[in-house]
């Protein structure tokens, strides 16, 4: 099995900054992309940003471009968000997401970690 774990998460105020980590660990052959999701209460779980291991290519939602940035290490399977700038609407549990290929030749899986929350509030 492949696990997903957090850290990171806190309140902080407005302006504020967070670094989110993200390992993956187990049965591991290859990850094609990791990501950072996020759901605030209420709301559906949306895309903050993510990243082809492959390529280095980043993608990001319009609403953190220019205050988020993703990060990634292919060594040690391991994504980092950056959040600079809070905003309490960024109050939200987030998640990360990996596409794993757990042996040669099979096909990529998605797996999600547990998420950890943040909350940006003075």
């Known amino acids: 099995q492949v696990q997903l774990v957090e850290s990171g998460g806190g309140l902080v105020q407005p302006g504020g900054s967070l670094r989110l980590s993200c390992a993956a660990s187990?049965?591991?052959?290859?990850?094609?992309?990791m990501g950072w999701y996020r759901q605030a209460p209420g709301k559906q779980r949306e895309l903050v940003a993510d990243?082809?291991?492959?390529?280095?290519?980043?993608e990001y939602a319009g609403f953190v471009r220019g205050r988020f940035t993703i990060s990634g290490d292919n060594v040690k399977n391991m994504v980092y968000l950056q959040m600079n700038s809070l905003k309490p609407e960024d109050t939200a549990v987030y998640y990360c997401?990996?596409?794993?290929?757990?042996?040669?030749?099979?096909?990529?899986?998605?797996?999600w970690g547990q998420g950890t929350l943040v909350t940006v509030s003075s």
């Open positions: 990243i082809s291991t492959a390529t280095g290519i980043t």
């Open positions: 187990g049965i591991i052959f290859r990850i094609r992309a």
């Open positions: 997401r990996a596409e794993v290929q757990k042996q040669p030749l099979q096909a990529y899986v998605e797996f």
